[in-house]
């Protein structure tokens, strides 16, 4: 079974994890970690405790920042089957989590789901200007 693991300093992971709970109707096996919250206070107790629960599965770990504590204290658990991705955007997380369970994910996959999604990053001010432009 593959699992969805999103991890961040304060509460961005809690909102990833309702957006995409949201967007694809709960079908997904979704966690998060809010780091540095009243109910994330030591965060390596809390990252130990979820992968001594979840360590059998592969699990898609999506932190905030790669230089970020958050992200050095998941470091750790990277093996074939724990992916660490930082830097995460909605379209990246749906990309890799919709991937059919019965196909283990490899590196060439998600290192090319994260070109894809760096894609859906856009300075929409140009685009809209050069759109606007072309319909003239």
């Known amino acids: 079974m593959r699992r969805v693991l999103i991890v961040s300093h304060s509460n961005l992971a809690k909102g990833a994890m309702d957006t995409l709970n949201f967007i694809t109707a709960d079908s997904l096996a979704v966690d998060y970690i809010a780091a540095y919250t009243e109910t994330t206070e030591n965060l390596e107790e809390v990252v130990a405790s979820y992968f001594a629960t979840h360590g059998e599965n592969e699990i898609l770990i999506f932190s905030d920042m ?5 992200n050095q204290k998941l470091m750790p658990y990277m093996t074939e089957k724990h992916h660490l991705i930082t830097g995460f955007n909605l379209p990246l997380v749906l990309a ?6 019965e196909q283990s994910l490899t590196s060439d996959m998600i290192k090319t789901a994260i070109a894809e999604a760096q894609q859906e990053m856009i300075y929409m001010n140009e685009l809209t200007v050069e759109e606007d432009e072309e319909d003239e």
């Open 66 to 70: 790669k230089n970020g504590s958050v």
């Open 96 to 101: 890799l989590a919709l991937y059919p369970q």
